[in-house]
């Protein structure tokens, strides 16, 4: 019987966490969960329903419902049972959710739905906590990182290619301002976990990139079996 386990991946934003944790979940025959979005999905309930004040957000979270479905073999977040997929990858929700991620209640909320997910282990999940609080037994836990220049030029790309005219300083500005709340706040701030690989993927390609991880996934399963 093949022991099945769980991948931790966490890192700072930009450095392609959603790629690698998709591709390693298809490798391994894995669920893929995207915490990020699950953050997304309350901020975007906070926007609908105009609320601003801590209290008054978590005073709601249980009428809040987060959950997963499967569109033509990729994963879209639900709120209460509707497909947002398409309303939460904006910058708009980005911040809301910036602010929600270091409320305290919410990420209890979230973070006991997380860990229900991983009872039957096969999961690769990744966001910013997930090695550290999430799950600190993970077998297999990854910490990507990359220089603040080399992610503000993927994040100008991307801006170029849906048709804006991104500042590149500008660019670079909001990846650092990111770090710095990601790492500074009070509720379970981006650290990297003490037994984490680190993966710096400045200068690798795509495909170095995966055959690393395909590679550690490997050893621990083999270890395991
Ligand atoms: O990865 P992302 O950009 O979709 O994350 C959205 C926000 O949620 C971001 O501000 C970081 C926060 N987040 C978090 O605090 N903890 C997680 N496990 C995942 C995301």
Do not use: W
Not at 51 to 73: K, R
Not at 129 to 135: K, L, P
């Amino acid at each position: 019987m093949v022991n099945k386990i769980i991948v931790a991946i966490d890192g700072y934003s930009s450095c392609g966490k959603s790629t690698i944790a998709k591709a390693l979940a298809k490798y391994a025959g894995y669920t893929y969960v995207d915490t990020g979005a699950m953050y997304r999905a309350i901020a975007l309930y906070t926007l609908h329903h105009h609320l601003t004040e801590e209290a008054d957000i978590i005073a709601a979270l249980p009428a809040i419902q987060v959950g997963f479905v499967l569109v033509d073999g990729a994963q879209h977040v639900t709120l209460n049972g509707e497909d947002i997929e398409s309303q939460i990858r904006t910058l708009e929700v980005g911040n809301a959710a910036s602010r929600v991620s270091a409320i305290k209640e919410v990420r209890a909320f979230l973070v006991a739905q997380q860990q229900k997910m991983g009872l039957e282990k096969g999961i690769v999940m990744d966001g910013r906590d997930i090695g550290t609080v999430v799950f600190p037994q993970a077998e297999l836990k990854l910490f990507l990182t990359a220089t603040p220049e080399v992610r503000a030029q993927r994040r100008y790309d991307e801006l170029l290619e849906k048709g804006q005219t991104p500042d590149f300083s500008a660019v670079l500005a909001d990846v650092n301002d990111r770090d710095y709340r990601d790492t500074h706040r009070a509720e379970s701030p981006l650290r990297q976990a003490e037994d984490a690989i680190v993966i710096d993927n400045s200068n690798l390609t795509p495909d170095e990139q995966m055959k690393v991880i395909y590679g550690l996934f490997d050893k621990i399963i083999n270890l395991k079996s």
